[in-house]
């Protein structure tokens, strides 16, 4: 699956709480890049500048990555993708990774939520962690690159009849309840033995 959404929409919350009840693992291309730009690896020193303009890190880097990480164990009986793919030539690697392993996406979450309270919520977590690309000109650079290159993902997966929209205002559990039953919706329901 996949979990998608304009910046601040709440994707990294609500993958964490899919990844449980399903017992995938959630892979979030921006924790991967914040986690390297803290610990000053060679990958952290190069997108550090990027990440903290609100720009998208180069897609041939930002795809070796993922298909990297979608070969390690952990995700060969599935998986959820929190941030990625963000551009219509990620979604390409990516149909090519899943056609190398003869796998399908089930669905594409897509959490909706209007842009003053995406923007609020992240100047909050600005206050809370001091996220280096929560300042509100970053935060607007970032819905800006949102609709310019993701909004066309988003379009193709809906083409497909992959995408479950889910809207994203109200609490955590709220939010949670309506992602579980739109995914209930579309058939797909965490077996007994998947909850972690
Ligand atoms: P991300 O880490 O994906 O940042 P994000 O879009 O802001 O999403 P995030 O998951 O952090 O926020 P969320 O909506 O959960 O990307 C960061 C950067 O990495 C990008 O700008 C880019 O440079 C790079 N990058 C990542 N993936 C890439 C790719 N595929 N290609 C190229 N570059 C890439 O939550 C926001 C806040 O809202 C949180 O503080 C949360 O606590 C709060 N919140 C959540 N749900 C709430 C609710 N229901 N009510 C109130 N607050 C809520």
Redesign the pocket.
């Known amino acids: 699956m996949l979990i998608v959404?304009p910046?601040?929409?709440?994707?990294?919350?609500q993958a964490k709480l899919i990844a449980a009840t399903f017992g995938i693992p959630a892979i979030?291309?921006?924790?991967i890049?914040?986690d390297n730009i803290k610990n000053g690896t060679e990958l952290g020193k190069q997108v550090q500048s990027?990440?903290s303009t609100?720009?998208?890190?180069p897609d041939s880097l930002?795809n070796e990555i993922v298909r990297d990480r979608l070969l390690q164990d952990d995700a060969v009986s599935g998986f959820l993708l929190?941030?990625?793919?963000?551009?219509t030539e990620?979604v390409a690697e990516l149909e090519r990774i899943l056609d190398e392993s003869g796998a399908s996406l089930d669905a594409v979450v897509l959490l909706v939520a209007d842009t003053d309270e995406v923007v609020q919520?992240?100047l909050?977590?600005a206050v809370?962690q001091g996220r280096e690309?929560d300042t509100e000109d970053v935060i607007r650079h970032?819905q800006d690159v949102y609709n310019e290159q993701t909004e066309p993902v988003i379009a193709l997966y809906r083409e497909r009849g992959l995408v479950a929209e889910v809207d994203?205002l109200?609490?955590?559990d709220d939010?949670a309840a309506r992602v579980t039953s739109a995914l209930r919706d579309r058939g797909i329901a965490p077996r007994p033995a998947d909850a972690v």
């Not at 910046?7 to 919350?13: D, E, L, S």
């Not at 979030?28 to 924790?31: A, K, L, Q």
């Open positions: 959404g910046p601040g929409a709440g994707k990294g919350t979030s291309t921006g924790d890049f914040r990027i990440v609100g720009a998208y890190v930002t929190d941030g990625y793919p963000r551009t990620q919520r992240l909050k977590r809370d690309d970032r994203g109200g609490s955590v939010v």
